[in-house]
């Protein structure tokens, strides 16, 4: 596990430094991917804000299990936590149905009224779209949801019901 979350720092860290010079702190692999979580952090949709921790969780529109979890989220599972939002299209690419959600005035709104079934907004030009997908592929993330933190924990797959918290808080599935 710490191999292939050094690997991935390492990763990140090179490619996000030619978009962002200053984005390669020197220091060792627990410093980087804290960097890196700060960049993913200020790109991803803020869903809810608290002081208890805080998670990054990579989703897909068309995932039924990242429907599950927002449903478990909005029901409390995750109180107090601060919760961001990466989108992506996985499993439907050709709907830009994640790139469209990203280009609503309020992007959280939108994904709400999506999973409620309520449609997408329409296309728009530009969307942080591709940014989101560029993070996947950065985290070698490739399922949803998943799951990153700044304590250098990540994985992917919805623990069962009334776990999530244990597994963000100790890393215990």
Same mark, same amino acid.
């Given at each position: 596990?710490?191999?292939?979350?050094?690997?991935?720092?390492?990763?990140?860290?090179?490619?996000?430094?030619?978009?962002?010079?200053?984005?390669? *702190? $020197?220091? &060792?692999?627990?410093?980087?991917?804290?960097? @890196?979580?700060?960049?993913?952090?200020?790109?991803?949709?803020?869903?809810?804000? =608290?002081?208890?921790? &805080?998670?990054?969780?990579?989703?897909?529109?068309?995932?039924?299990?990242?429907?599950?979890?927002?449903?478990?989220?909005? $029901?409390?599972?995750?109180?107090?936590?601060?919760?961001?939002?990466?989108?992506?299209?996985?499993?439907?690419?050709?709907?830009?149905?994640? &790139?469209?959600?990203?280009?609503? *005035? &309020?992007?959280?709104?939108?994904?709400?009224?999506?999973?409620? =079934?309520?449609?997408? *907004?329409? *296309?728009?030009?530009?969307?942080? =779209?591709?940014?989101? +997908? +560029?993070?996947?592929?950065?985290?070698?993330?490739?399922?949803?949801?998943? @799951?990153?933190?700044?304590?250098?924990?990540? @994985?992917?797959?919805?623990?069962?019901?009334?776990?999530?918290?244990?597994?963000?808080?100790? =890393?215990?599935?």
């Amino acid at each position: 596990m710490i191999c292939a979350l050094r690997r991935l720092c390492l990763r990140a860290m090179f490619l996000l430094a030619a978009a962002v010079p200053a984005a390669a *702190p $020197a220091g &060792d692999w627990r410093e980087q991917y804290r960097e @890196f979580y700060r960049l993913v952090a200020a790109q991803a949709v803020l869903l809810q804000e =608290g002081p208890a921790g &805080d998670v990054v969780v990579v989703a897909d529109p068309a995932c039924s299990h990242c429907a599950v979890f927002e449903e478990r989220r909005r $029901a409390g599972e995750l109180a107090g936590y601060t919760v961001r939002l990466v989108l992506v299209d996985f499993l439907a690419p050709e709907s830009g149905a994640a &790139d469209r959600i990203l280009c609503a *005035p &309020d992007p959280a709104a939108a994904y709400q009224r999506h999973l409620r =079934g309520g449609g997408t *907004p329409a *296309p728009c030009a530009s969307s942080t =779209g591709a940014i989101h +997908r +560029r993070i996947a592929e950065i985290a070698e993330i490739w399922a949803t949801p998943s @799951f990153l933190t700044p304590g250098a924990r990540s @994985f992917t797959g919805l623990p069962p019901a009334g776990r999530l918290r244990a597994v963000l808080d100790e =890393g215990q599935l």
